[in-house]
């Protein structure tokens, strides 16, 4: 039985967010307020993020199998950039209990490759997995300060990370360095052309971490893969352009 927690807003047909690497649930506060208007939101906590303290699976698969435990079924699933790469696994591991996947700056694979060259460079999840024993908060900050970069409202996203990042707490550090672990080992693209269910990739076009070329090639490799590229928006598009964001979340 999964013991992440979870919390839950409004009524209608069942959504789900999932979040990012080293943040937690409340980095959608607005976006699930706005979308419980007409559906009923499921805020979902990362094991070893937010409030969910239990044990870190070792594996995405495992973390993607505990998520899936506290969802409802046929639930349309918004992951962001690590909440992405959970969202997809669980989508092609449980397909039943997915309607749609919303892939918020994530792709099957974060890293680049000989043939994946519009990503981050593996060199980049290194440095920062070798940095977090040495200073594990610096290590955290200055990571969010990469996702907001090349936003056109870079300073102020930042600003509101920051603020929300440590409102439950410090994250914990075996899951810090198992997230980086999958950010930088995982490649799903193959299994892309199985996945049962529709797939929108929505992303920035300022997106230094996701670029929106990536997006569009992660599209291009699933039976129902579309994109939306938001103009002027960094890794963090539903912080920098909100109503934007919610517009394609729909569209």
Known sequence: MSDLATTVRGSGPDWALIHGWGLHGGVWTETADALAGDRRVTIVDLPGHGASRGPVPSTLAGAAAEVAEVLPERTTLVGWSLGGLVALRLALDFPERVAALKLVAATPRFVTGADWPHATPPGVLHDFAADLARDYRGTLLRFLALQARGSATAREDVRRLRERVFEHGEPDHDALARGLEWLAGSDLRS??????????????QRDNLVPAAALEAAADLAPEG??????????????????????ALDG
């Open 191 to 204: 299994e892309l052309a199985g996945l049962a269910v529709p797939v929108h990739f929505i992303g920035g």
């Open 226 to 247: 579309r994109t939306t590229i938001l103009e002027g928006a960094g890794h963090a598009p539903f912080l920098s352009h909100p109503e934007a964001f919610r517009e």
